[in-house]
């Protein structure tokens, strides 16, 4: 299978089954093309010669772009063949472990965002915080069920985790107490709206969590459109300073300002822009809204020509800042091409609802914190373990080769279907798909893709130069 775009004067051919990547002159690319159509070389060479007759192309530079795509199909980098879809079949065979809980520590929030999928932090429920009984219990449970995993990772999540802060330092408390006799290693996060950050809440989680998210959406005036309080006032001016002095406590350790576009921002990168250049964050993601399709914050078909631009002028801006040494990072742009995610992990999904589980404040086991309270999709508590096994074996089979929209994707094995719980919302079944999710998952790794190819073009040009 390939891929071809133009994208910043590149032309761009992805081999998607080996996952090379090829920067070509227009007659290569213009082969490609004709030969991935299901034209032989001599008709391919022929069309090129009369396409590019006005260049002065000669047939012995048509032959040489096609013996260059014959050396690549030989070398197994073009027009490579699909080899995966047997071994994602047999994932529902492997054993599992659990290697990540996300702790709703509190079903409230003190905030009133109105695009919250959480319905405002109850998630559809009763409101609760969680105890530190039922958070220990869900630690000894991880613990349990990790097998010879070290490394075990906890989000602390809600609603708002601050409004239950006592709790989420004692159970980092009682697990740094275990790790030694349990052989393990727990990492935390914390993910946070900013309102209960207070100098004990920094110096706590600067120590102790691997990383935090904080939950900025960019402009005042876009973050206050949705992200009020209780009384119905903005929480840009509250939140701020707190985040600013947060990040300046941090130092190197992770974080990253999270936001939300919705509708009535489609020109996103103007919040990213402020919260790099007039509020002076590096680390940087803005996720599309998860809304009702007759939400008025929720994006539409037309809005996406409107979306892919931005991340083009994003993937742009963010090479030009590289170049003058001021880089900063956008979560959906971190790419690595060398030490990636292995191929198990590119086809057997996120891992939701096998090695990934939500916790709610009363003990619950849930497939992720979207699911919550979904009856359909409970699937136990922490003291008896996964009752809902058939679920469990639905989850674990849960992967790309699943979903029959996925089947002729070019990005399929960059995202692995996407968000199960997004596809459940839109079509109503974890193995369909989120079409909007897919096309602007699709636009983003295109950016993704040419800022490495224009990466590696400067850096040559760099050593040419040198020598």
């Given at each position: 299978m390939i891929h071809q775009y133009t994208l910043n004067g590149c032309n761009i051919v992805l081999d998607v089954h080996s996952?090379?990547?090829?920067?070509?002159?227009?007659?290569?690319?213009?082969?490609?093309?004709?030969?991935?159509?299901?034209?032989?070389?001599?008709?391919?060479?022929?069309?090129?010669l009369q396409k590019f007759a006005d260049s002065g192309i000669t047939a012995a530079q048509?032959?040489?772009?096609?013996?260059?795509?014959e050396d690549l199909r030989r070398a197994g980098k073009l027009f490579s063949e699909e080899t995966y879809a047997d071994r994602a079949?047999?994932?529902?065979?492997r054993n599992t472990v659990i290697k990540a809980l996300c702790l709703l520590v509190a079903h409230t929030c003190n905030l009133n965002c109105s695009y919250c999928f959480a319905a405002q932090g109850n998630f559809r429920g009763q409101h609760g915080l969680m105890s530190f009984e039922t958070g220990k219990r869900a630690l000894d449970f991880l613990v349990e069920h990790s097998g010879m995993r070290r490394n075990l990772e906890v989000d602390f999540f809600g609603g708002e985790p601050l409004m239950n802060f006592a709790v989420c330092r004692d159970l980092v408390a009682y697990a740094r107490s275990i790790e030694k006799e349990k052989k393990k290693n727990f990492r935390f996060t914390l993910t946070t709206n900013g309102v209960g950050i207070t100098d004990e809440v920094i110096e706590w989680a600067n120590r102790e969590c691997y990383n935090v998210v904080l939950s900025l959406d960019g402009r005042k005036e876009v973050h206050d459109r949705f992200?009020?309080?209780?009384?119905?006032?903005?929480?840009?001016?509250?939140?701020?300073?707190?985040?600013?002095?947060?990040?300046?406590?941090?130092?190197?350790?992770?974080?990253?300002?999270?936001?939300?576009?919705?509708?009535f921002n489609t020109d996103f990168t103007k919040d990213i822009f402020h919260m790099a250049d007039d509020l002076g964050f590096t680390e940087l993601s803005m996720e599309p809204v998860v809304a009702d399709p007759d939400s008025p914050s929720a994006l539409t078909p037309e809005d996406l020509?409107?979306?892919?631009?931005?991340?083009?002028?994003?993937?742009?801006d963010m090479l030009r800042r590289e170049r003058e040494g001021k880089p900063i990072t956008f979560y959906h742009y971190m790419l690595d091409l060398s030490h990636g995610?292995?191929?198990?992990?590119?086809?057997?999904?996120?891992?939701?609802?096998?090695?990934?589980?939500?916790?709610?404040a009363s003990g619950d086991l849930?497939?992720?914190?979207?699911?919550?309270?979904?009856?359909?999709?409970?699937m136990g508590d922490i003291w008896k373990g996964i009752v809902r096994t058939d679920l469990r074996d639905e989850f674990k089979l849960c992967n790309v080769y699943s979903r029959p929209a996925c089947a002729d994707c070019w990005a399929k094995l960059y995202c692995a279907g996407g968000c199960t719980a997004n596809a459940y919302h839109a079509s109503g079944d974890i193995h369909g798909t989120y079409e909007t999710g897919c096309e602007?998952?699709?636009?983003?790794?295109?950016?993704?893709?040419?800022?490495?190819?224009?990466?590696?073009?400067?850096q040559q040009a760099g050593f040419a130069a040198e020598s």
């Open positions: 996952g090379s990547i090829h920067v070509m002159d227009a007659p290569t690319y213009e082969a490609v093309r004709l030969l991935d159509g299901g034209k032989t070389p001599g008709e391919a060479g022929a069309e090129l048509v032959q040489e772009s096609l013996d260059e795509i079949m047999d994932l529902k065979k992200r009020k309080d209780l009384a119905g006032h903005g929480s840009y001016d509250r939140i701020v300073p707190k985040f600013q002095e947060f990040v300046r406590r941090r130092g190197e350790k992770g974080y990253y300002m999270r936001g939300t576009f919705t509708h020509p409107v979306l892919f631009d931005q991340y083009e002028i994003l993937a742009k995610p292995c191929i198990y992990k590119r086809i057997s999904g996120c891992g939701s609802g096998t090695e990934y589980l939500a916790v709610t849930y497939p992720c914190h979207q699911f919550v309270n979904d009856p359909e999709y409970r602007i998952f699709k636009k983003r790794i295109e950016c993704a893709l040419m800022m490495k190819v224009a990466q590696a073009l400067e």
